[in-house]
């Protein structure tokens, strides 16, 4: 595995990859490496001869008063992860190339249909930081194909709409998510949780599939739905910040003839903020 820092290296490489009509799969990620983007790799592998990885900490998708100097930074540990599943190029960038001139003036890509509700309603710069970033690291790589979790299924709709509204020549990949045999969805931020709170935790994901089987069994009342859930997460001393039963193509809140619906969720818990979903089909 080659571990690369600068642009002009890494297209170096990314040339000669294209040279000998190799596809390349590329993850990005902010590192702090589990199992769920392991899955991404694992996808990455089926597609495409070549997997890139970055590991990168966005600061342009991070709010004032979030976490970017605490986000769990493993870069030593993430990189023996990504050697031993055959990784072939690991893309660590540094600010100063990515955003030389600061973050507060950088030119940005807003998906305006998505931007603003969900996530996006309490996290304003957080869908644009992600778009802008990931279409800059698509220009410097130039994939045939990138990877992307469902966990964070409102960032890969971001995703793939600013791949189709400005004909980036990706294709974008989605995978699963990958849960703990308790059903938590992974994600970085699950070390910010107590011992206690771990145990929990999988409230949230059991709130879900609770959802799910009401509607599956012809209940379609979706806000009384949300309630309910918003309250069994109080109880379970979660703070829900949304609970949303809503259309999978365009995050609209579900109606009657909607029949692939997601249920999107988002509590703070302790220190951490977790999100979740689930897929239903009617
Ligand atoms: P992050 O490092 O949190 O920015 O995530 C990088 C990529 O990994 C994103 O495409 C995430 O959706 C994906 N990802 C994170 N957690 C999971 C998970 N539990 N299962 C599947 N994909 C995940």
Redesign the pocket.
């Known amino acids: 595995m080659k571990t690369i820092h600068t642009i002009d290296d890494i297209q170096k490489l990314t040339k000669q990859i294209r040279n000998q009509r190799q596809s390349i799969a590329f993850v990005?990620?902010?590192?702090n490496l589990h199992e769920?983007?392991l899955?991404?790799i694992k996808k990455a592998h089926n597609v495409a001869d070549k997997v890139i990885v970055s590991i990168y900490v966005n600061q342009l998708q991070f709010g004032q008063n979030e976490d970017y100097k605490s986000y769990p930074r493993t870069l030593e540990k993430d990189l023996l992860l990504l050697q031993e599943h055959n990784t072939d190029i690991a893309y660590c960038p540094t600010s100063s190339e990515i955003l030389p001139d600061g973050y507060e003036n950088h030119t940005s890509i807003k998906v305006s249909s998505l931007d603003g509700m969900h996530c996006g309603k309490t996290r304003p710069n957080f869908f644009t930081g992600i778009a802008t970033i990931v279409t800059k690291l698509f220009n410097i790589i130039n994939p045939d194909y990138s990877v992307?979790?469902?966990?964070?299924y409102q960032?890969l709709l971001i995703i793939k709409k600013t791949v189709s509204d400005l004909l980036l020549p990706v294709k974008i990949i989605s995978?699963p998510?990958?849960?703990s045999k308790t059903g938590l969805?992974?994600?970085?931020r699950n070390g910010y949780l107590s011992k206690e709170e771990i145990k929990n935790a999988p409230i949230l994901y059991q709130t879900l599939r609770e959802s799910m089987d009401t509607i599956m069994s012809g209940n379609y009342q979706y806000n009384i739905i949300s309630r309910n859930a918003n309250v069994a997460l109080a109880n379970a001393g979660m703070q829900p910040d949304y609970y949303n039963v809503v259309n999978r193509n365009n995050l609209l809140p579900a109606t009657d003839s909607d029949t692939k619906i997601i249920i999107l969720a988002a509590v703070t818990f302790g220190k951490a903020r977790l999100i979740d979903n689930i897929q239903i089909d009617l």
Do not use: I, Y
């Open positions: 990005p990620t902010m590192g769920g983007h899955s991404l992307f979790g469902e966990k964070d960032q995978v998510t990958a849960r969805a992974l994600s970085s």
